[in-house]
């Protein structure tokens, strides 16, 4: 009896905002409105750059700007706060899904070489408020969030150990695709040896994803057939 080769599984991480999905800037508004109900003010993102960046983070920048406390228990009381307001703006903006993206995770999902999971800048809760909003975040049983770190680069690990852990295998970096939009998503990849896949449907153009040294660059995930082919690589 002839035996059936094993394809070796892949891990797919994928990034959020700006990937899968954009939230008509809910989350850029909850953000300022969690600013404003703690301190009060109008506030912006004037000098604080957050594409690919952490939540922690973002809360770090936006309170240390403003003078205000900004070690972990003033973060957490301030990302609280956002999540509330989070939940309130997501019905009220335009958002939704990128172009190809439902397609490509719904055929992902059926092929048993591959796991999908999260590598994201957001805290888990407002992760899964915006992945719920827009019908996908059955796709994704694990990942690793703002919770984990602060720090964009060192999200990587967190995500490799739950694959372990529920898959019961080690992925190494070759067998692992970190799928974003900016080039803290690329530096997030090379960070933990991964092929770094970057698509220009977000605030930097495919060039500036070139530039900083994607592995493959799309203009969006509208050709399905693209995406795969290069996973079989």
Request: glycine share 10%.
């Amino acid at each position: 009896m002839k035996s059936v080769a094993i394809r070796p599984r892949k891990l797919l991480l994928w990034d959020i905002d700006g990937t899968l999905l954009h939230t008509g800037e809910a989350g850029k508004i909850a953000l300022c409105r969690a600013m404003d109900k703690l301190h009060g003010g109008k506030s912006d993102f004037q000098g604080i750059e957050i594409g690919g960046q952490t939540d922690k983070w973002i809360a770090e920048q936006l309170l240390g700007r403003e003078g205000k406390p900004n070690g972990p228990e003033e973060i957490t009381r301030f990302l609280d706060v956002y999540v509330e307001c989070l939940a309130e703006e997501l019905p009220r903006r335009d958002g939704g899904l990128h172009l190809g993206v439902l397609g490509i995770l719904e055929e992902a999902h059926q092929r048993t070489e591959l796991v999908q999971a999260l590598l994201t800048g957001n805290i888990e809760i407002g992760a899964r408020l915006k992945l719920t909003r827009y019908g996908v975040n059955h796709f994704f049983e694990f990942g690793a969030f703002s919770d984990d770190s602060s720090i964009r680069n060192e999200l990587g690990p967190y995500a490799r150990r739950r694959a372990r852990e529920r898959h019961g295998e080690e992925f190494p970096p070759e067998r692992i695709f970190v799928i974003g939009d900016t080039p803290h998503d690329v530096a997030c990849a090379r960070a933990i040896g991964a092929r770094a896949i970057a698509v220009a449907t977000g605030s930097f153009t495919e060039q500036q994803l070139r530039d900083c040294g994607a592995d493959a660059v799309f203009s969006d995930l509208a050709h399905p057939e693209a995406f795969f082919q290069l996973l079989d690589l």
